[in-house]
């Protein structure tokens, strides 16, 4: 069974600008989160979405957002792009509210 | 609120060497505890999931345990190849997930 995919791998942008990451999750799995690692953090917790809805959300602005297709497929949008949002997205997929696995993530660097 | 405190933060050990990692934890309604390790510049590698207070799972050289308060990730004669970032989490009966930060185990040959 194939594991979970994210594209594109590594993103270079400039301030302002905006960005859209995509997730496909393991074949089966109803469930898509979104993190964002950075060294001194750890990861954070984005938002989850499960069948097309959000079911849960971190505390981060409403800068970042996202949204899950019908084929459970996920994308996740950062506007505005500042250097902070400068980091490593992940990506994780479950049944729906066991184990979650994770993709190999999306480096993005903001210049 | 939920919360994950690993230690500790960084760990040097000699190939051979058993040690063990903790993660301290609180939550709300425990559905499940999780331990994965990270490689730089890729994704967290699922290893294991305990659910209650005395659980106890072996995977090759790791041995993860679980209390009430804590869990262990026990590293018996550990391999360079061992060498990675080890991350717990747990995820809440909202079906939220909690991480923490890490411990960073490098084992020396």
């Known amino acids: 069974k194939a594991g979970v995919t994210q594209t594109p791998r590594y993103l270079i942008k400039t301030r302002g600008q905006q960005v859209t990451l995509s997730c496909s999750p393991i074949s089966g799995h109803r469930s898509v989160s979104w993190y964002q690692q950075t060294p001194g953090q750890g990861l954070q917790f984005l938002f989850e979405?499960?069948?097309?809805?959000?079911?849960n959300k971190g505390n981060f602005p409403g800068r970042f957002s996202g949204r899950q297709f019908s084929n459970s497929r996920s994308e996740m949008n950062v506007s505005t792009l500042e250097l902070g949002d400068s980091a490593l997205y992940l990506c994780a997929s479950n049944m729906g509210s066991e184990t979650q696995y994770f993709g190999p993530g999306t480096r993005l660097l903001v210049l | 609120e939920d919360q994950v405190t690993q230690s500790p933060e960084a760990l040097r050990l000699q190939e051979g060497e058993s040690s063990s990692l903790n993660c301290s934890y609180t939550v709300s309604g425990l559905r499940g505890l999780f331990w994965y390790r990270q490689d730089p510049g890729k994704g967290p590698e699922f290893l294991f999931t305990?659910?209650?207070a005395g659980e106890e799972k072996e995977k090759e050289r790791l041995k993860a345990t679980l209390t009430k308060k804590e869990s262990f990730l026990h590293i018996t004669a550990p391999k360079p190849e061992d060498s990675a970032t080890y991350l717990c989490?747990?995820?809440?009966?909202?079906?939220?997930?909690?991480f923490g930060t890490g411990t960073s185990l490098t084992v020396i040959p």
């Open positions: 305990l659910y209650s």
């Open positions: 989490a747990v995820g809440n009966t909202g079906n939220q997930f909690y």
């Open positions: 979405y499960f069948s097309e809805t959000q079911r």
